[in-house]
């Protein structure tokens, strides 16, 4: 895929631009969005870029963190609190994802959305409230390791970091964590699977195609 220099803003507007023509594939009336990549790719600014772009013209949308969708502490480090294995399969609780979020929004959903499930840091119930996405509203959903499941995304968009990059801003106490992202490229390769690729090793000057 032939990438092109962008500012974030511009890219923030195109994907908008793009995102209003966006239709589901399945009847659904609200389109779903996965904005991809390792926390040190910061997909979620570019998912809060995108929603802001959208309101501007006339879209709502709903962001929602993949990291409030954790499974308890207890489940996810029950290997050990740098285990990759469970890093990579065990620790997003897809099973809550689709029933507060994306069984909401199939055809014939009420579009009640539940934002987060659990504080990652405290690991207690956020208590949020339900939040109802009108019709044509879009779900932004950000995350790590979002294209190795088989989530109902109508457009994903991939925040891609080389190897270095990555290590370089990914902090030294995270570091255990890489191996789950060189499995991810190779048994995913998210950056050829994705509809939108977007290249940050330098955060001032991202590249982006699709």
């Known amino acids: 895929m032939r990438l092109e220099a962008i500012t974030w803003e511009r890219l923030g507007d195109l994907l908008a631009e793009r995102l209003l023509d966006l239709e589901p594939g399945d009847g659904s009336p609200w389109p779903r969005v996965?904005?991809?990549?390792?926390p040190a790719a910061r997909p979620g600014d570019l998912a809060e870029r995108v929603s802001q772009a959208l309101r501007v013209r006339g879209r709502p949308s709903l962001v929602v963190g993949a990291e409030g969708f954790l499974r308890p502490a207890s489940l996810r480090l029950e290997h050990g609190h740098r285990d990759v294995e469970s890093y990579y399969d065990g620790w997003l609780d897809t099973g809550?994802?689709?029933?507060?979020?994306?069984?909401p929004l199939e055809a014939g959903g009420n579009g009640r959305i539940l934002p987060d499930l659990r504080d990652p840091v405290t690991d207690r119930a956020t208590r949020s409230s339900y939040?109802?996405?009108?019709?044509?509203?879009?779900?932004?959903?950000?995350?790590?390791?979002?294209?190795?499941?088989?989530?109902?995304?109508?457009?994903?968009?991939?925040?891609?970091?080389s190897p270095g990059a990555l290590r370089r801003?990914?902090?030294?106490?995270?570091?255990?964590?890489?191996?789950?992202f060189e499995r991810y490229e190779?048994?995913?390769?998210?950056?050829?699977?994705?509809?939108?690729?977007?290249?940050?090793?330098?955060?001032r000057?991202?590249?982006?195609?699709?």
């Open 34 to 38: 996965a904005f991809d990549g390792a």
């Open 96 to 103: 809550s994802l689709w029933r507060e979020v994306f069984g």
């Open 131 to 161: 939040v109802r996405l009108p019709p044509g509203g879009l779900l932004l959903l950000h995350g790590p390791l979002l294209l190795r499941h088989w989530f109902p995304f109508d457009l994903s968009v991939h925040v891609l970091l």
């Open 169 to 180: 801003r990914t902090p030294e106490t995270e570091h255990w964590t890489l191996p789950a």
């Open 186 to 203: 190779a048994e995913i390769d998210p950056a050829g699977t994705a509809d939108v690729l977007v290249r940050a090793d330098d955060p």
């Open 205 to 210: 000057h991202p590249a982006w195609g699709g």
